[in-house]
């Protein structure tokens, strides 16, 4: 079934190994019947700071509008970027803090501590490059970076995640190594 899939290239570098599984995602999905588009983070106009936090109406840039017009179109999201410090990179957080805000990702309920999730009924796929080899991330320092966007970012605004592919190390792969995270990544856009 084809699906209105979104791919978000969170990495700060066009001319990364993100950018490279970005583009064998979107082939491998377009060639599967899914109808694609792209952000890629690193080409929008925005102030990734979120100046006053929720005290001030911070206006969104024209990218950033544009932005959540393209979340609210697609049925499947999937973010490609890298793990740094152990978590998300300041791009893309910064992204996080300006486009899903109260009234568009969620909306408190009075008397009740947790949101209505606005973006129920989307998906995602998380494509994550790292330096540190993935088991030691996962068992040693407990995957913070995941949890942080499958549970306290995607799930809190009603987005399943539904598959996630973590490559590396990253610094010091083969050529052949990455051609075989690329065929992953093309495997897992085409179903």
Do not use: N
Request: proline share 7%; aromatic share 12%; glycine share 8%.
């Amino acid at each position: 079934m084809s699906k209105r899939t979104l791919v978000v290239l969170g990495h700060p570098s066009t001319d990364s190994f993100c950018a490279a599984l970005t583009d064998s995602y979107v082939q491998s999905a377009t060639a599967a019947g899914h109808e694609v588009r792209v952000l890629d983070l690193p080409r929008l106009a925005f102030d990734p700071v979120l100046h006053e936090g929720y005290r001030e109406v911070q206006a969104l840039e024209p990218d950033l509008l544009h932005a959540q017009q393209e979340i609210l179109w697609a049925e499947h999201l999937v973010f490609v970027y890298p793990i740094w410090w152990g978590g998300i990179p300041a791009l893309l957080k910064g992204f996080f803090d300006r486009i899903l805000l109260p009234g568009f990702a969620f909306k408190y309920r009075k008397g009740s501590p947790f949101p209505d999730k606005l973006l129920k009924g989307r998906t995602a796929h998380l494509l994550v490059t790292m330096d540190t080899p993935p088991w030691y991330y996962r068992w040693v320092y407990r995957m913070p970076g995941l949890h942080q966007m499958r549970k306290t970012t995607l799930a809190f605004c009603g987005i399943k995640p539904t598959r996630t592919l973590t490559f590396g190390p990253i610094l010091g792969s083969t050529a052949a190594r990455r051609e075989s995270w690329l065929a992953q990544a093309r495997a897992v856009a085409g179903q």
